[in-house]
T-cell receptor, first 117, second 112 residues
Framework: GAVVSQHPSWVICKSGTSVKIECRSL??????MFWYRQFPKQSLMLMAT?????????EQGVEKDKFLINHASLTLSTLTVTSAHPEDSSFYIC?????????????FGPGTRLLVL | GESVGLHLPTLSVQEGDNSIINCAYS??????FIWYKQESGKGPQFIID?????DKRQGQRVTVLLNKTVKHLSLQIAATQPGDSAVYFC???????????FGKGTTLSVSS
């Protein structure tokens, strides 16, 4: 149980285009999902907290207009990288926290590797 | 500020040895800690967690120890196997208790 999927697993795009990444909780409902970014040989950096039915909460320094988050259902959150640039190339990982269990662990997706040319 | 760090970036052990990975945290108000394992190109995998009202918690081949006095967390892996080779992160709840803050990671290399 507690499986989280991401799609796509990797994507290559041209500079200036937008890329959407999906995060799904497959066998549980998640009121809250999280989006992280990880550069090579570095730790995970929290970008934003996604709450179903409300606006996402962004961490300091993360541009909300560039990284659009939508959490339209209890099993799906999407991250759209708008007008992507090479510096946005990274490993994007989502996680989901089962509903009704505040403070419990988060379950992570397999990640999406983005390469912007 | 909120930060979680690790003492050593790398740890090399022989198969069968016990491994100890350490982590120091800064937020004395944190009440929940987790260890994750991340293999190359994959998302973090939950290993074990512990709440601040506990000092020790055991799982299958893993033990987490929490010392709140010195704000120190450790992960012990018994009889380390080559499949345990990965990067290990400790994480703590942020001050609001709404998200996890990750440490820098320790790369564990297990040789046969």
């Amino acid at each position: 149980g507690a499986v989280v999927s991401q799609h796509p697993s990797w994507v290559i795009c041209k500079s200036g285009t937008s890329v959407k990444i999906e995060c799904r909780s497959l066998d549980f409902q998640a009121t809250t999902m999280f989006w992280y970014r990880q550069f090579p040989k570095q730790s995970l950096m929290l970008m934003a907290t996604s709450n179903e039915g409300s606006k996402a909460t962004y961490e300091q320094g993360v541009e909300k207009d560039k990284f659009l988050i939508n959490h339209a259902s209890l099993t799906l959150s999407t991250l759209t990288v708008t007008s992507a640039h090479p510096e946005d190339s990274s490993f994007y990982i989502c996680s989901a926290r089962p509903s009704g269990r505040a403070g419990e662990t988060q379950y992570f997706g397999p990640g999406t590797r983005l390469l912007v040319l | 500020g909120e930060s979680v760090g690790l003492h050593l970036p790398t740890l090399s052990v022989q198969e069968g040895d016990n491994s100890i990975i350490n982590c120091a945290y800064s937020n004395s108000a944190s009440d929940y800690f987790i260890w994750y394992k991340q293999e190359s190109g994959k998302g973090p995998q939950f290993i074990i967690d512990i709440r601040s009202n506990m000092d020790k918690r055991q799982g299958q081949r893993v033990t987490v120890l929490l010392n709140k006095t010195v704000k120190h967390l450790s992960l012990q892996i018994a009889a380390t196997q080559p499949g345990d080779s990965a990067v290990y992160f400790c994480a703590e709840t942020n001050q609001a208790g709404t998200a996890l803050i990750f440490g820098k990671g320790t790369t564990l290399s297990v040789s046969s």
